[in-house]
């Protein structure tokens, strides 16, 4: 079980809880008494008025997802160690600080092209900013600059530093300015002895952000807001040449929406899926999801999707039907039980994710405006940026003008939100009046 926690947590927290607990139960509230039962090895306690503390402390940890209080305890050092909060304070003294933190990927709501705008102008108009920190040569991924500074002074291959505290190849890896050579860039960090599967943990939660991670780029906020790194493929191959474990949750749940799979067939020819989970397994220990239960996510969200080519691509590399996933299960079973779950709860209109699907599901009766969560499929095409798909819904009759349940917005407004300058441009034509 992978642990359950709140952003930034510490341990104070916990022990509140347990300390709530522990008079919830001796107080006989049933709510209580049902959570120790579901979490304590022993069940519910037979004497409610005798239990003691360390018993509220061990169910609260495993309700967390760890196996012991004393577990739940080392995770919070570690986080004390590994967390980085990149939505933090943001008043920079330094210009090169200032760069940095406008260059780069923070996962958050701030991810948006006019910051890494921001930090070209700044660069263009301060040519030695590369030369003032060797965080911001690593933004800049300046091979020259970074060897400059190595050769003064070699331990900055691995120094924390910049405005996230980060490791120079976190800084190069994370950035989205236009790079001079990152590869070549990474290849001057790692020969003067940088941590090829450096990483922090975002805001202490699991699994880590490593240098692979924000290289593959993407997430929830969409390809316009979190891209890939302008040279992604070349980086990315160059950090698992020199070690990176392929087996990286993140980067595999930040690429996973959509169907492009340029990520896992590279990941695959470096062992995807097979290893114990390597340095940040032994770091963190039972926090990191297991190597199984990694793939059989990819396997459930490729199945609940309908992304078939995706399917192909994991079965030709030794995940095919007959392959025993967690919990015992083939990754047949979990393809039918996604699949399943899937046609009984999400419109037809939803599921569809390529325009001929689009049409044959209008001909069998869908509704186009048919509603998930508040929102239509033109609202997910349209953050997408999926011009085919937009084109065919709306063909197909899907209004422009609805508003999602959540937000209040049109899929215009999903669209501008996503920097999907393409779509939007159609929409905002289709929302005009005539």
């Known amino acids: 079980m992978t642990p359950h926690l709140p952003d930034n947590p510490d341990l104070e927290p916990f022990r509140r809880e347990a300390r709530r607990l522990h008079r919830a139960v001796r107080d006989h509230r049933p709510d209580a008494l049902e959570l120790v039962a579901r979490h304590h090895p022993e069940g519910a306690p037979a004497d ?23 577990a739940l305890h080392r995770h919070q050092d570690l986080v004390r160690v590994l967390g980085r909060d990149p939505v933090a304070d943001e008043q920079d003294t330094e210009l090169a600080d200032a760069f940095c933190r406008q260059a780069c990927l923070t996962y958050s709501h701030l991810d948006h092209p006019d ?57 190069l890896t994370y950035s989205r300015v236009r790079p001079v050579d990152a590869p070549a860039a990474a290849a001057v960090l790692l020969d003067a002895g940088a941590e090829v599967n450096t990483g922090y943990l975002w805001r202490g939660l699991t699994p880590p952000f490593t240098a692979l991670t924000g290289a593959f780029g993407e997430g929830e906020q969409g390809a316009g807001r979190q891209p890939r790194h302008r040279q992604e493929q070349e980086l990315a191959r160059v950090l698992l040449t020199r070690g990176a474990d392929p087996n990286d949750g993140q980067a595999l749940y930040n690429r996973m929406f959509r169907p492009d799979d340029s990520h896992l067939e590279l990941l695959l020819a470096f062992g995807l899926g097979a290893g114990d989970g390597g340095v940040w397994a032994r770091r963190l220990g039972a926090s990191v999801e297991p190597v199984v239960r990694t793939m059989e996510r990819q396997v459930e969200y490729a199945a609940s999707r309908g992304f078939g080519e995706r399917l192909a691509l994991l079965s030709r590399h030794g995940w095919g039907p007959d392959r025993v996933l967690a919990a015992g299960r083939t990754v047949a079973e979990v393809v039918a039980s996604a699949v399943a779950s899937v046609e009984s709860t999400v419109p037809a209109i939803h599921r569809a994710r390529t325009p001929e699907q689009v049409r044959a599901a209008v001909r069998a009766g869908a509704d186009p405006d048919a509603r998930v969560g508040g929102r239509t499929a033109l609202h997910e095409a349209a953050f997408a940026g999926d011009v085919h798909l937009v084109g065919e819904l709306l063909a197909a009759g899907a209004d422009p003008t609805l ?21 939007a441009e159609i929409l905002r034509r289709a929302s005009a009046p005539d």
Do not use: K
């Open 403 to 423: 508003r999602d349940a959540l937000h209040e917005s049109t899929p215009l407004g999903w669209a501008e939100y996503a920097c999907q300058p393409e779509v």
């Open 115 to 171: 910051r890494w705008a921001i930090a070209s102008r700044l660069l263009s108009a301060y040519a030695d900013l590369p030369d003032r920190s060797i965080h911001a040569a690593a933004a800049a991924a300046d091979p020259s600059a970074l060897a400059r500074h190595l050769r003064d002074d070699p331990a900055a291959a691995r120094r924390e530093g910049g405005p996230f505290g980060w490791a120079p190849l976190l800084y």
């Open 48 to 70: 409610p008025e005798g239990f003691p503390l360390h018993a509220a402390q061990l169910v609260v940890a495993r309700a967390h997802g760890f196996p012991s209080w004393p």
